[in-house]
């Protein structure tokens, strides 16, 4: 038992470690290959941990913070909604896997990022065609996941449950959801990553607010350190996501 927390001490001083060679690198490429009163000193850690300061005081980031975040969990959910049924019967039957894993696949491959011309088109600009986006974005890790988790339960779960004369409603509820449920979350990890990705492109789809937004209304004003504040927050807030992800995760495995 003590060698647990010593090792899990290790590694998050190791990690320390990467993320502060990661910033002296950056403190290098800046001072070693810029001028001290050209622009690269806008980029520099220096310039963009005071600018992130004063942009952690004022209301108007937690605004975008906000809007964003909620774009996250919609897309997220329409995800859910989607990908999780569809995944159960493409794990259930096999006849319809083979019908639409070449089709899925094909679709899986194309950037989500190349359909905004046409959503814009289709939809015009507003939160709709971000939603579908994201949506399309997030679906697949859900989907194959949950068909993975599908084809790999064990057999006797399910001659048990038709041995005991449970309903399909039953079986699903009590044998198969159970089940799945960490390639679900697998999924849903993998999702969030993609999604905080693709986030910031599809806010600059014409909306007023978000962190895509954001970033494109400090590149007009010129505000490069705050653009580089952005772009360190937006770093940060999807680290914290993709941790919250994983201790999900974790805590259920150990449920």
């Given amino acids: 038992m003590s060698g ?3 090792s899990s001490l290790l590694q998050g001083g190791l990690g320390v470690a990467g993320l502060l060679c990661l910033g002296l690198l950056w403190w ?17 850690p220096e310039a963009t941990l005071a600018s992130l300061v004063e942009l ?6 937690y605004e975008h913070l906000l809007v964003s975040l909620k774009r996250i969990l919609v897309g997220l959910l329409l995800a859910l909604l989607i990908g999780v049924p569809l995944g159960l019967l493409i794990g259930s039957y096999r006849p319809l896997e083979a019908a639409t894993t070449p089709a899925f696949q094909f679709l899986r491959m194309i950037s989500p990022l190349s359909w905004m011309p046409v959503v814009v088109m289709l939809m015009g600009v507003g939160d709709q ?13 859900i ?3 949950t068909a993975a988790g599908v084809r790999q339960l064990d057999p006797r779960w399910l001659q048990l449950s038709r041995s005991l004369s449970a309903t399909r409603w039953e079986t699903l509820r009590q044998v198969i959801l159970p089940g799945v449920l960490g390639h679900v979350l697998t999924g849903v ?20 607010a978000g962190l895509g937004y954001f970033i494109l209304d400090t590149r007009d004003r010129l505000a490069y350190s705050e653009l580089m504040a952005m772009v360190l927050l937006i770093g940060v807030l999807g680290f914290a996501l993709d941790a ?12």
């Avoid at 065609?129 to 890790?141: D, E, G, N, Q, T």
């Avoid at 919250?244 to 449920?255: E, P, T, V």
């Fill in 189 to 208: 990890r993998l999702s969030i990553g993609i999604l905080w990705i693709v986030l910031v492109p599809c806010e600059m789809l014409g909306v007023s």
């Fill in 28 to 44: 290098l490429g800046v001072h070693l290959f810029g001028s001290p009163d050209g622009l690269s000193a806008r980029f520099s």
């Fill in 56 to 61: 952690l005081g004022r209301a108007e980031l």
């Fill in 244 to 255: 919250l992800a994983r201790g999900l995760h974790r805590r259920w495995a150990h449920a």
């Fill in 129 to 141: 065609p971000i939603y579908f986006l994201l949506a399309f974005a997030a679906v697949w890790p």
């Fill in 4 to 6: 647990k927390p010593s």
């Fill in 143 to 145: 989907l194959l996941n």
